[in-house]
């Protein structure tokens, strides 16, 4: 009899749906919260999972997404549970992968009905699993979740399904193998449907060339592609190392076209550049049946797949776009242009693979005759593939990085020998800090050490929104500007409900410790010019901060300062354009005390913003205390307004006029420029 797991905190409930499923013959497994209930799913496997919405630490959908993330449970049926009746609740549990939804109070026959159509739905899914298509999505979330973590990635070798598939049709043919760089990097920046466009939009153009060259047997697996070129299949005189490269160099082509469609499609989103690795081997390759009866497909199996997908991967390695092996070079006639060569090691194998950099085509006459086929008899066919494959993929990345961040929240990082807390190339020591929906993490960079903060943000409240845009936003705006005296960021991606950033860690904290009765010239002034050269970087870049403060100067440990906290700074080059902290005029925003007065006055921001709170900030590290305190808000923006800048103390009294024009009410009044104000420092 089927096994089902049910989780759900409340006693009384859980109790009822476990008597009642007893009664008609079902085995049960109970569990009184989500991370009791993943771990009961790992360990027994359950056909059926039963969940609660609302539980206390991981909630139902936070375990939803670790299941759906889980190689082994991913396609195990999945029932939310809750009082909730909102749409947007269920819209929630059904994009997260919920396969259905029952509200409570339910009835008996509700519940039965529910669990006898998702045991039904999983025996049709065990079927598509021999078919091996479930395998390949499985391999693929648990690839996904292994780069995420910092782990090599699979490989994209197809393997004969267990109990499916027949020894099938060999033949001699050349195998091209290719994936997109970097491809969760990038597609934590995007949601899951833009993730999905990417591709979809991707694959279209990379696809054409390939069939143009006499590729068939397309199979799209993520963000890979892999094609079958032989002299049997295409019916052109041309031969088929000779077209496997054509097609590698068209694709490159392709993909540089679109970039410029990515860049116009998803503009000051700071994705990372984007590339492709293409892989090209020959040899025997046999074309298995797999599926069912209604839907028996040809797929290419093999030693030779394998290793054009090992050459492939080797092209992140050396840096090449085209590496292909010693043999597709040897039989693909004159006109290759190629660039390093170079012996390939390979496991278990002796000797080493040749392999070369291929670098360029002449064609010949004789290719412009014969090497293109029609696109007419294969493009329905491409396309829907391109579809199914662009939603497993989106799914498949956003769950793994969705599942890892939602884990967090549930960790009590209490040292215990042998527990290790990863996401994306970074191991989580400890928490430091909480707020809201942000939860701060000490983390170490696993490549050389580096201690980081890692902030994680939960935006899956309403009232998240805005904080989720200013979040993407402060990584859009930094990546931009590399400077010793601006926070660094390290890293950044997010999901439907979850995003983090990896940034700079500063283990002496902020500047606000060392303000007291009034720090001494020489270092106030050194940290005001540290801080004029950040504003000047980032001015220079079209970004008004809008909060500069003591809290958000960092100090490090020689000393030195950062400006640090972009979450409300705004891009003045994209202000026509894109509205990137959803803010208008007429909003306050900053921190009261450091605040200019067109800020006070709902006005808009321009560099010199930042000049005035700067002043703000100078005036206070020399008088030891602030240039204007107030009993309400009210009385303190209105002394920012129209108040005179107070005297400094007679022993500073020489840095009075540059403190009067840094604080000038008017802007135009003001230095016109960081830079302006560093040269005027010069001798002070």
């Known amino acids: 009899m089927a096994l089902i797991l049910v989780v759900e905190d409340e006693d009384a409930i859980r109790s009822n749906i476990v008597r009642l499923l007893n009664l008609e013959g079902f085995d049960t497994v109970a569990a009184a919260d989500g991370e009791a209930g993943l771990a009961e799913a790992r360990s027994r496997a359950p056909d059926l999972i039963i969940s609660d919405v609302n539980m206390p630490g991981m909630d139902g959908f936070a375990l939803l997404a670790a299941v759906r993330a889980d190689n082994v449970l991913a396609t195990t049926p999945f029932v939310l549970l809750t009082a909730l009746d909102d749409r947007g609740s269920m819209r929630r549990g059904m994009t997260t992968g919920a396969d259905d939804y029952l509200s409570k109070p339910f009835t008996r026959t509700e519940l039965l009905d529910t669990v006898e159509a998702q045991i039904r739905k999983k025996a049709r899914v065990e079927e598509r699993i021999n078919s091996g298509l479930a395998a390949l999505e499985a391999r693929l979330r648990a690839s996904f979740a292994d780069s995420i973590s910092g782990r090599p990635a699979g490989s994209f070798a197809l393997e004969l399904p267990p109990g499916g598939g027949d020894t099938g049709q060999a033949l001699q043919a050349t195998v091209l193998v290719s994936t997109i760089r970097n491809f969760t990097s990038l597609a934590e920046k995007l ?98 049946r797999m599926g069912t009866d209604e839907n028996e497909d040809l797929t290419p199996v093999g030693d030779t797949v394998g290793l054009a997908a090992r050459l492939e991967a080797t092209t992140r390695e050396r840096g090449w776009t085209v590496l292909a092996s010693g043999s597709v070079l040897a039989q693909a006639g004159e006109g290759i242009q190629t660039g390093t060569r170079d012996s390939l090691p390979l496991r278990g194998r002796s000797p080493a693979l040749e392999v070369v950099e291929i670098t360029g085509l002449v064609t010949q006459l004789d290719d412009k005759i014969h090497g293109m086929a029609s696109l007419t008899e294969r493009a329905d066919e491409v396309s829907a593939a391109v579809k199914i494959n662009s939603g497993i993929t989106a799914r498949a990345v956003k769950d793994a990085l969705q599942s890892k961040l939602a884990a967090l929240r549930g960790l009590r990082f209490d040292g215990a020998e042998g527990e290790t807390v990863r996401l994306k190339g970074y191991r989580i ?166 605040m200019s007065p067109e800020q006070a006055g709902g006005r808009a921001v321009t560099a010199s913003t930042d000049l005035y709170s700067l002043g703000v900030m100078l005036f206070e590290m020399l008088a030891g205390q602030r240039p204007f305190v107030a009993e309400s808000l009210e009385l303190l923006l209105a002394k920012h307004l129209h108040a005179e800048t107070p005297a400094l103390p007679p022993a500073h009294a020489a840095l009075q006029p540059i403190v009067n024009r840094l604080m000038a009410k008017d802007p135009q009044a003001r230095y016109p420029s960081a830079d302006a104000l560093l040269a005027d420092l010069t001798g002070n």
């Not at 160099?249 to 690795?277: D, K, V």
């Not at 909480?434 to 580096?450: C, F, H, I, K, N």
């Not at 005296?485 to 983090?500: K, L, N, P, S, W």
Request: charged share 25%.
């Open 191 to 288: 949601d899951a449907t833009e993730v999905s466009q990417l591709l979809t939009e991707y694959f279209e153009r990379t696809c054409q060339p390939v069939l143009k060259n006499g590729g068939r047997h397309l199979k799209f697996v993520g963000d890979g592609l892999m094609a079958v070129f032989a002299d049997t299949l295409s019916g052109s005189p041309l031969p088929a190392p000779r077209r496997a490269i054509s097609a590698a160099l068209a694709m490159a082509l392709a993909t540089q076209e679109f970039r410029t469609w990515l860049a116009q499609r998803f503009p000051a989103r700071g994705l990372p550049p984007f590339a492709i690795g293409v892989g090209l081997h020959d040899g025997e390759v046999r074309l298995c």
């Open 429 to 594: 020591t400890r928490k430091i800090g909480s707020g809201g929906m942000t939860e701060v993490y000490l983390a170490e960079r696993e490549s050389d050490g580096l201690p980081i903060v890692l902030k994680v943000l939960d935006s899956r409240n309403k009232e998240a929104s805005e904080h989720l845009v200013r979040f993407i936003q402060e990584y859009a705006l930094l990546c931009e500007i590399d400077h010793p005296h601006v926070i660094r960021i390290h890293d950044q991606g997010f999901t439907d409900e979850h995003a983090y950033i990896a940034m700079e860690y500063f283990e002496r904290g902020d500047m606000r410790a060392l303000f007291g009765p009034g720090m001494t010239r020489e270092r106030a002034l050194t940290v005001v010019r540290q801080i004029a050269q950040a504003l000047s970087a980032i001015h220079s870049h079209g970004i008004v901060h809008r909060d500069v403060k003591p809290e958000n100067v960092m100090l490090r440990n020689d000393g030195s300062v950062a400006l640090a906290d972009f979450g409300i700074a705004k891009s003045m080059l994209q202000a026509d354009k894109l509205d990137l902290t959803q803010t208008r005029h007429g909003d306050v925003v900053g921190t009261p005390y450091y």
